[in-house]
């Protein structure tokens, strides 16, 4: 197997009624944290990562800092998702995104539903993470009937996206 030949897929399904959420509630943190969804991750058809109640508001504020930062240094970044909901970080980031040998990266998880071994081609996995935001994006504002722009300075963020030089 070429170590250069995995493929992600993300799959995601809101596990909130539309109307739990408004534009006039962009302040309230408690219910931000609670908008979730069902996010799985699929690499070569094998299921890594998979969460019932996941964040995916404060996820996709994560996301979304991330790829200004890459855009911004017209690199792939590090990307490093942390929970406020959890504290326990001591083997690492609920899900990261890790460059690394210049033209590779891998996704890591302590919540992984099983080791699999991942390499991925850095531009492709950055692609990915590229339209993961966009599709996010779309997604939560057509289905909560929000303006994510609204939001997005009121989500919190449990540490800060790594901007170091790679």
Known sequence: ???????VKFDYSFTRDPSD??????????LILDITARFSIFINDDCYFDEEE???????KY???WKEKTNNLNRIQEFHYYSLEYDEYDDGAI????????DKARLKSIWAQEYLYNVFDASYIKDEFMSLESSLKKDIEEYFNIDLKKFLKHIP??????TEDM
């Not at 197997?1 to 493929?7: L, P, Q, R, T």
């Not at 959420?21 to 408690?30: A, P, T």
């Not at 899900?95 to 210049?102: E, H, M, Q």
Request: glycine content about 4%; aromatic content about 14%; cysteine-free.
């Open 21 to 30: 959420i408004s534009n006039k509630q962009r302040k309230d943190v408690s």
């Open 157 to 162: 963020m449990y540490k800060e996206i790594n």
């Open 54 to 60: 996941f964040p995916i508001l404060e996820f996709y």
């Open 1 to 7: 197997m070429d170590s250069i030949s995995s493929k």
């Open 95 to 102: 899900l990261s995104l890790i460059p690394f040998g210049g």
């Open 63 to 65: 996301l979304y800092e």
